[in-house]
């Protein structure tokens, strides 16, 4: 169980950044997010997945507001290799694909891209913008990709200040769970 200490550890020292270009810590952004999974009886893979979906911003070295500079971190792939091992392919790709998730209901929902955030309608434009027709058929064929879209709705609402959360202690027995369905 050393990753669950690990990400414990991670949010404790570094989970105080700002999630990028918001008003709110990478730690409240996080938790935000899985008590909303939890919330809507999300089984603990996905609370898991959305938990840590942007484990990646806090395992690099660039600046919390890079986006704001013009530099697209690829968080997605850091936090899908950093979990896959541990959690599996369930967390791991909604991970991957909370991104191009963004990118997949800007192109297929309307009004959906105007309720963004403004920081994530700026990366959105370093992500590569709405998905095209062709984009939108091949995203629909991946595995996962309906835990990415339900994982991203929460993602998007997970941005309130001051709201109050369980603490990351709460989230563990989920992980532990996850990880021991992998050992089976
Ligand atoms: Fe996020």
Redesign the pocket.
């Known amino acids: 169980m050393q990753i669950i200490e690990d990400i414990i550890g991670l949010f404790a020292e570094r989970g105080d950044s700002l ?1 990028g270009g918001e008003l709110i810590s990478q730690r409240d ?2 938790l935000q ?1 899985a008590m909303l999974a939890e919330n809507e009886n999300a089984t603990p893979v996905l609370i898991v997945a959305t938990l840590l ?2 484990i990646g911003h806090l395992v690099h070295d660039l600046p919390e507001d890079s986006s704001n500079r013009g530099v697209d971190d690829k968080h997605e792939s850091l936090g899908e290799a950093y979990l896959e091992s541990a959690f599996g392919i369930a967390v791991a790709a909604p991970v991957r694909l ?1 991104v191009a998730a963004k990118r997949y209901l800007c192109a297929v929902e309307d009004g959906y891209l105007e309720r963004l955030s403004e920081a994530s309608q700026i990366s959105l434009g370093l992500q590569g913008g709405p998905f095209t027709m062709e984009e939108i058929n091949d995203f629909e064929s991946l595995s996962h990709w309906m835990d990415a879209v339900r994982l991203r709705r929460w ?2 609402l ?1 941005k309130v200040e001051g709201m109050v959360t369980p603490s990351v202690d709460h989230f563990k027995g989920y992980m532990e769970t996850v990880l021991e369905m992998q050992q089976i």
Do not use: S
Request: hydrophobic share 30%.
């Open positions: 999630y952004h996080a997010a979906h942007d909370h993602d998007d997970a």
